[in-house]
């Protein structure tokens, strides 16, 4: 049992799927149904239009790891999936912080520390300003601990995302899907929120 | 409405025809092949079936009592041909009623496809009346599902929803059509079959150097052993694998879903595997040094306690499905892909042999077996009959040509371990969900899958009652079906966990049943109660000779168990003979 514990690390899940309503609910339920917990879940338009990407963050073993991404890989509209440690990919959070404006402009200290952490500003209104910070988890929770005593007022912080060192990635391959395959139209219900007027039977 | 013939265009040819959602639905069934629907209408597919009341010379409808009972059709129809169930339901309480037939189908890798009615689009969301959301409740127990909202899309995603069910590793479908879409006309451009889905692999890359390696694995070995599931009969490779048997002289033992693959008395062919599996499968699972496992999954059922099972041997995983190479035994050589494709390449590397001093210490623990269990079983002393004696004599009488379609309990265990089958196809079970209530709807869909095969469905007198009322489709239908109920009185399987784990404590397994055979012939289906031997084989001749369906119940042991066993949370080596 212990052994199995320390062999849990941070793993980032990379999966290709066509843009198709109700494939977040098919992969979350492979998640969901082991009872593994899903530490962060970003889901994008990739490079290609009509193929999403999806980061997912667990803590598992490999073994595991290594099991959920071929139940993933085999829902019918997945393209591919891959899987990597921390040490393999670069990743990235983007968090914002929405502080007093008055305190900043009278505190100077906090824009030096700003500036420290690498932050900016993105709106600066007259009752608040916001300051972006994108980093690792430590580096966006170090400015959340240097701006609590000023007052923060609100904090966000989103999904990671990974980009995998390795290789040239999957541009290539995905290009080359999109060249032999176009994807698929994706309907719009034209007859959605048009009531009675159209269907009356 | 003769369409069909105008509706199949040349897709380059790019006329069109204008018709509804409902009449291209339709179109495209028949197109894919399909004869016969399993089905139950209900408001929200009232335009589906309103378009079907023109469709009768071309599309056989069967109306069940049940929902349920008409996926379970669906099951059996599809295990016994090898081809896609159709089912219809309506929406919310109709779709609701298809999901345990889901859960069965999606873990037995069985093709359907399966079209709900829903409610109008504009609807949805709202809490109609009888809006469920299905595609969300059906999600995990279907290999895919769509909903429809538009009658555009119907061909398509019919097209796509049959290459789905029945490709790779098969599975069961769920297309749910809003009304609107049914009753919507639109520009049908002529229906194309689909056979390629960008994101769907449907069979893994067959790798050449892991075939070489089994191979050398194989040709290396004092003890191998070949274990083989269902996935020998979904990718149709029963010659291909009775080839590979024979070759290579290797014993060969079959989980429950695959008997039937090669005939039950065939001389390679060792026994069941598993839990009430026969005595040396299970042991000797533990002393072979090279495991090959084909199209099966390595079940807990089978493997008993995965920590001790087979780690002395090398494994070779053939299997169609990536995900489950490595799930819970762990391979020493991977063959993924189709066994179609995999065996013959296999079975031209592996030397021609004959394990005799292997092989006959299979026949030993036979020997064994006999002796201590299954001479009692079927030879009983006492007066009163066994469940093993019925099936020993049904075997005399069938030759073992029928189909034995059965419920889940001991009568179960018992059909699978003793009947006689010389056919592929021709065991129908409910194998890993484990569903009562199974075997008559699914005797009903196997007869019209099967209709020159005698269909005899096994039923315990808890498990008929469960789906009892499809007495009424085959009384409508005039399907004909011989059921076989083995009346314990008891819900058997549970009493015998209760006996032999629970010191007798006997909780809610008494169960009263009505006189079967009055329910039969209100149904107007004939019937026959036997309690004494020598009524047996002439109720069994009568049943087999009868002209239609015939419901036989016969009164058996009450306090009967099935050995042998593995406890559960044993090894398969720890098998038990009493
Ligand atoms: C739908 C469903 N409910 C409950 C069970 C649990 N169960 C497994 S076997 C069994 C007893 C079956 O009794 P019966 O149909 O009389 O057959 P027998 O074991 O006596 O042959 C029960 C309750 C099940 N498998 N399926």
Redesign the pocket.
Known sequence: MSEQLTDKQEYNITVYTENQIGLLNRIAIIFTRRKINIDSLNTSPSEIESIHRFNIVITESEDVVRKLCRQIEKQVEVLKVYYHTNADVIWQELALYKVSTDIIAEKVSVERLLRENGARAVVIRKDYTVFETTGHREETDQLIKILQPFGLIEFVRSARVAIIKDSEGFNSKLREFERLEPGEDVYENEYLNKGEKVFTM | MELTQELVIEPQKKETVNVSGSVALLEALIAEGTETIFGYPGGAIMPIYDALYDYNDRLNHILVRHEQGGIHAGQGYARSSGKVGVVFATSGPGATNLI?GLADAQIDSTPLVCITGQVFAHLLGTDAFQETDVINITTPVTKWNYQVTDANEIPEVIAKAFYIAKSGRPGPVLIDITKNAQIQKFDFEGYVKCNHIRSYRPKPIVRHTYIEQAAALINNAKKPFILFGQGVLLGSAEQEFKTFVEKSGIPAAWTILGAGAIPTDHPLNVGMLGMHGNYGPNVLTNECDVLIAIGMRFDDRVTGRLDKYARQAQVIHLDIDPAEIDKNVKSTVPVWGDCKETLPLLTKLVEAKQHTEWLALFNDYTRKEVEAVIHKELNPESGEMT?GEVINQLNEITKGEAIIVT??????M?ACRYAKLNNTRSNITSGGL????FALPAAIGAKFGAQDKTVVAI??????Q?TIQELGTIMQSGVDVKIII???R???????WQELFNERRYSF?D?QSPDFVAVAAAYRIAGKRIDEREQLIPALTEMLNNKGSFLLEVMVTKENNVFPMVPQGCSVSEIRLK
């Open positions: 345990t469940m419920d889940v309990g001991q009568h179960q018992v484990g569903t009562m209530g039923i315990g007198d808890g498990g008929v469960m083995l009346n314990n008891f819900l058997g399987m549970v009493r015998q397994v169960i």
